[in-house]
């Protein structure tokens, strides 16, 4: 029963989350699109942590220190949206698997590979 609560939290809280940075103004932030991919909040809602994907993002350092300032805005307004007897202290985590299966996406579609139609062409 408490796993099921957990799970809805973290439902929340990864939706007010996707739409408040869309909302901070800081260009360290404003890098690419932003995605909330995953959140997984601590039994007892002290911590959650939150992974982002970034597609299009330059400067990860830049991104990082700028996820640190608005934490606590983000922290904040997470509070006053939720109604949590603890409001959870943000840990930010990027997430590169986005990244990556378009990467791999794109090494496959650059492989010379034939089909079976191709060889009956060739004969």
């Known amino acids: 029963m408490a796993s099921n609560r957990l799970g809805r939290t973290n439902d929340d809280i990864q939706r007010v989350i996707a739409a408040k940075l869309r909302?901070?103004?800081?260009p360290r932030i404003q890098q690419g699109?932003?995605?909330v991919t995953r959140v997984e909040t601590?039994?007892?809602?002290r911590y959650s942590k939150i992974w982002l994907s970034v597609m299009g993002m330059q400067d990860?350092?830049?991104?990082r220190k700028g996820l640190k300032s608005?934490?606590?805005w983000l922290r904040r307004e997470l509070g006053s949206s939720l109604n949590l007897?603890?409001?959870p202290?943000?840990?930010f985590e990027i997430d590169h698997s986005i990244e990556y299966g378009a990467h791999i996406n794109e090494v496959i579609s650059s492989l010379d590979i034939k089909h079976d139609g191709d060889e009956e062409d060739e004969l």
């Open 42 to 45: 601590t039994g007892d809602l």
């Open 23 to 26: 909302q901070i103004k800081d």
């Open 89 to 91: 202290e943000l840990v």
């Open 85 to 87: 007897r603890y409001t």
């Open 60 to 63: 990860e350092k830049g991104f």
């Open 33 to 35: 699109m932003i995605s």
């Open 70 to 72: 608005a934490s606590g």
